[in-house]
Structure formats: C-alpha cells, structure tokens
C-alpha cells in the first residue's frame, strides 16, 4: 500500500470531462448556480447535479447558499492552481480544441485565471516590471524589489500591506498559452483589481475575457514603461 494523499481519486474525479468543464468556467472566480454551470457544460441539471456532489465530496468546489439559490466556486486558490497549470500540460501536450471558439483570440490576449491576469498582456506586464528592476528573479525565486515597492505605490498599490498576507506576495506563472511567465500571487491579483477600478479594461459576463479598452491598453503600457 502507498502512504500519502491519494492523488489517483482526485485525478479520476478532475478527469471526466463535465466536471473538468465545470472547473475551467469557476476559473472566473465568479459564483455560479447549477443552472448556470448546466448550461456552461451543456449537460442537464440532473446530471450537473451528480458532477457537483462529487467535486463537493473531493472539496475541489465550494457551495453558498443565499436565498433559494446555491451558488458554487472553487474551493481555494490551491484548487485554481492546479486547474491552471493543468491547463498549461494540456496546452503543451497538444490536448487543445480542434475548431477554436470565436473568444479564443480575447481569451489569449487577456483573460482572468481565477483572480489575476493572464494572457499575452500580463505576460507582457510581467517582462516589464522585470525589465524595470521592479521584479527580480534570485535564488529565492521572484521577489518585489524596493523600486518594485515605489512602482506599485506610485500605481495605487500597498505593497507592503500585501507582504503581510498569508498569501503569496508574487510568483511567476507558466501562461498556458504564451509558454512565457505571467505574474501570479497577491501583487497580480491587486493589479487586476487596479486596473477594473481604472475602467482601462472589465471582465466578459459569461466568459474569463477580460475585454481592454483602447485607451486603457495604451495606459496600461505607459504606465509600465514610463521612467
């Protein structure tokens, strides 16, 4: 018998496809009902439910009730992180649709992955604050460098009240559809939150797209690289 968590359960029960499909739409980090989910997955209700009570059972989803309605998300950013780095091994392995969606194209140039930004443009983001000395790669890893601190600041975000989070401060990772790091943790997080308050960009209704306006990519981009 091997000791440790059983992984073999959970991958069986992450692998059927409906409830991977049900996975990759709370990726959004948006609360959903299991109408909403059905319709999502393309299943029916009944069905969904089944699919729910296993993903409850395996605490890979949450449920909230209010009112008459349950409202399901992902269980923790532990469970969005592996959804997304399995997305990455999925892209990578060449496991990708055969006809594209008509979102494809938003979806890799911008979109949420779970509560920070991905895509080409926060790949984009993450080169330059490195570029910038904002960011710096060492044997610890990434790490938010003083400039880093200032440049967030200047940008309308406490850094150091972050730092004091349980959350990780800031980590790179693999964008599953640019094969380039993108910026993850708590200061991307903050980012995307920065710019919807900016009204420079606003997430899809029913989609993780996060739609950029042209004057608020072009900001963004000054802001990036100003001196």
């Known amino acids: 018998m091997t000791d ?27 609360a959903l009902t299991a ?17 729910l009570a296993k993903l409850l059972d395996a605490r890979l989803i949450a449920v909230e009730a209010q009112g008459r309605h349950r409202y399901f998300r992902l269980a923790n950013r532990d469970v969005a992180r592996l959804i997304e ?11 990708v649709r055969l006809v594209s969606s008509p979102r494809e194209p938003a979806l890799r140039k911008a979109r949420v992955c779970y ?35 200032r440049w967030f600041e200047s940008f309308g975000i406490d850094a150091t009240a972050l730092a004091t989070q349980r959350r990780t401060l800031c980590r790179p990772c ?9 910026l993850a943790g708590a200061l991307d997080a903050a980012l995307l939150q920065r710019i919807f308050s900016l009204r420079w960009a606003r997430p899809a209704r029913d989609s993780r797209v996060v739609s950029f306006t042209p004057a608020g990519e072009q900001a963004l981009r000054r802001v990036l690289h100003r001196s």
Do not use: Y
Request: hydrophobic share 45%; with cysteine.
């Open 115 to 149: 509560d920070h930004l991905a895509g080409e443009i926060a790949v984009e983001m993450h080169a330059a604050l490195l570029s910038r000395g904002a960011l710096r790669n060492d044997a610890d890893g990434l790490r938010l460098t003083r400039a880093g601190e």
């Open 174 to 182: 693999l964008d599953w559809c640019e094969r380039r790091h993108h």
């Open 35 to 51: 109408t909403e989910l059905a319709n999502h997955v393309g299943v029916t209700k009944q069905t969904l439910s089944a699919h």
């Open 4 to 30: 440790g968590p059983n992984i073999a359960r959970v991958a069986a029960i992450i692998g059927e496809t409906s409830r991977a499909k049900v996975l990759s739409v709370l990726m959004a980090d948006r």
């Open 85 to 95: 780095s399995l997305m990455g091994v999925a892209f990578r392995a060449g496991a």
